[in-house]
């Protein structure tokens, strides 16, 4: 059984920080990139960072930049994502997903995703 298990969120006061973890089971994973989207509420689901399947290259959204880092270890199957400097613009449900390519892709060919972890920014 595929899955993907997001940890890690809670309530954090502006320009604090938190550590997301996303576990991952049931496919070999060092053949999958793998994304952090957040969704808002009554916003559509946007990418946050992603990180390749080869060679660790990463992407970051333009509002995340300089302050979220994305990160894998393929020995225990998972991907983190350290935010730093949280903003109440932060504030969603963040969600990991795997793709089959060896680099990032577009929402809608993530094959996997997780349940989700929720992440509120007060200010």
């Known amino acids: 059984e595929v899955q993907l298990v997001e940890s890690g969120g809670g309530l954090v006061q502006a320009g604090g920080s938190l550590r997301l973890s996303c576990a991952a089971s049931?496919?070999?994973?060092?053949?999958?990139?793998i994304g952090w989207f957040r969704q808002a509420p009554g916003k559509a689901r946007e990418g946050v960072s992603c990180i390749s399947s080869i060679d660790d290259t990463s992407y970051h959204e333009d509002s995340v930049k300089g302050r979220f880092t994305i990160s894998r270890d393929n020995a225990k199957n998972s991907v983190y994502l350290q935010m730093n400097s949280l903003k109440p613009e932060d504030t969603a449900v963040y969600y990991c997903?795997?793709?089959?390519?060896?680099?990032?892709?577009?929402?809608?060919?993530?094959?996997?995703w997780g349940q989700g972890t929720q992440v509120t920014v007060s200010s």
């Open positions: 049931g496919f070999t994973f060092d053949d999958y990139a």
């Open positions: 997903a795997a793709v089959r390519s060896s680099y990032c892709s577009t929402i809608p060919l993530y094959e996997y």
